[in-house]
């Protein structure tokens, strides 16, 4: 049996055939790390007009949406997450002109824009907190930023014991204008990410002009950096665990410590995490977003938070529109455990009215085509380098292709990371010399950090920087296995990663998946190494079997939509293979 052939142009666009206001319900967003998609310059970081350049591949891919990561004026301490200006774009990039350009072409595409905010912290080179490390304790400047006394006779110590999530301390001093040593201020992350104070009423006003400011310039909605993070708990109580970018689900964390119920205030949990005064700020952001009188503009949370209920609450119908689903990207490619955080996450998302999102990979993890190929029962690393063991290439391969066939058939809406479509791997032997995360530095390289899922996207086999600029800048070394990988091996080849990409999304916007509802189908339910389930919806029903077993198994009755690798001359479905039949 041979694979689906390459699709040519997609379905009807989801706006021709439903409710546009809801198109964020069923989407896929094609998440677009800036600095390493398209050079146009050729200074070696993408930019802007690289990405406007290039939109016509994601028309083409059939996606719906972009997500971008941050764009504006940062002295990139943590690659943008450290925002010096919110209503600006950095040189590196291009300039204000070039968003609007990008914006408009996306636009002119039937593609929304959804651009990254980060309210949680700024830059230390935010006007803001350059006034406040100059302006005395207790002073107005200050109040914008969390400062605090330290302990000890001379202040030393630090106002808590809290940890950066980078490593490290989560408290940095400063010396006063007279220069004696001085307050300390909170960083959940880098030094030079300064936490915000969301007590004051000026940076709660600062931040719905800033949605105003890009809402006024277009943009289709907001992706919400650690949206869990902006308000802390009174007081400030010590809490000495680790702090980890991605939470600890595995050691079953945050969920185990909350002694208060799922629900109220009585919750105890971290004291920098999830706090219920968190979503009286995202209920006032609706309410800028609403004002436009234009239903189709969301928020989407990045929240660590456990358990999936605690997540939903950040999606209820007064607060955000979707929230990343990290249960999913966290889940070990067992079967049991991919049905019970299907099945989990559909609930808890449907108990608010909400749909469920879906995400395998990010900017944030290694690359879920790396991941896969990892023993399935160890820890998820942060970061592979040259020393650790690798990935089995083939296998995490073949295994990301039948997991990404099970989750873009999933009801609700999927996030994909750039260079996915094309099966990238991490890159797992950058030299520690090139390394950017300051997780590595604060760890003092411990954690190898995010570096490896970030290489800039190989666009040709031949050619400067593999196509991604005209010279052969990159500002990370592109590994050797990505020139085979590259857009233009790929495109028009039957079974190639890209080709797949575009098929399921071609069958996934023709049977309308995303609007589905999901049904487990019982004929599996004595096959352990099986993910198996209808999606039923306005055009039908699509059976979806996914095989992590190493036996074939038998295809449900009806017409094979695709496979995401062949299956056997008999029709049988073999090991991590995902299968799409309409029934
Ligand atoms: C989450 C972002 O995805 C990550 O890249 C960043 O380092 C932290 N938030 C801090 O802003």
Known sequence: MTLTSPSTAPAARPSETTDPGAWWRHAVIYQIYPRS?????????????????????????????????????????????????????????????????????????????????????????????????????????????????????NGDLPPNNWKSVFGGGAWTRVSEPDGTPGQWYLHLFDTRQPDFNWDSLEVRAEFE???????????????????????????????????????????????????????????????????????EIYEQWRKVLDSYGRPDRILCAEAWVEPAERAARYVRPAEMNQAFNFDFLQCPWKAAQLTAVIDHSLAAAGSVGAPSTWVLSNHDVVRHASRLGLSQDERRPNGIGADDVQPDRELGLRRARAATALMLALPGASYIYQGEELGLPDSTDLPDEVRQDPTFVRSRGVELGRDGCRVPMPWTKAGPSLGFGPSEAAWLPQPACYADLAVDQQVGRVGSTLELYRSMLSVRRGHRLGEGSLRWLEAYADQPDVVAFANDGAQGSVTVVTNLGATFVSPPVGTVLLSSDELDAAGGIPTDTTVWVRS
Do not use: C
Request: proline share 7%; net charge negative.
């Open 37 to 153: 998609w398209v050079d146009r310059d050729g200074d070696g970081v993408g930019d802007l007009p690289g990405v406007t350049a290039r939109l016509s591949y994601l028309r083409d891919l059939g996606v719906d949406a972009v997500w971008l990561s941050p764009f504006y004026p940062s002295p990139q301490a943590d690659a943008g997450y450290d925002v010096a200006d919110y209503r600006d774009v950095d040189p590196l990039f291009g300039t204000l002109a070039d968003a609007d350009a990008m914006f408009a072409r996306a636009h002119e595409l039937g593609l929304k824009v959804i651009v990254d905010l980060v309210p949680n912290h700024s830059s230390d080179e935010h006007v803001w907190f350059r006034a406040a490390v100059s302006a005395p304790e207790g002073s107005p400047e200050r109040e914008r930023y969390i400062f605090q006394n330290g302990w000890g006779p």
């Open 209 to 279: 002009s800033v949605l105003r400011f890009w809402l006024d310039r277009g943009v289709d909605g907001f992706r919400v950096d650690v949206a869990h993070g902006l308000v802390k708990q009174a007081g400030l109580p010590d809490w000495g665990e680790e702090q980890e970018l991605l939470g600890r689900p595995e050691d079953g964390d945050v969920a185990d410590q909350r002694s208060g119920g799922l629900d109220g205030d009585a919750v105890k949990g971290p004291p920098m995490w999830d706090q219920d005064g968190v979503h």
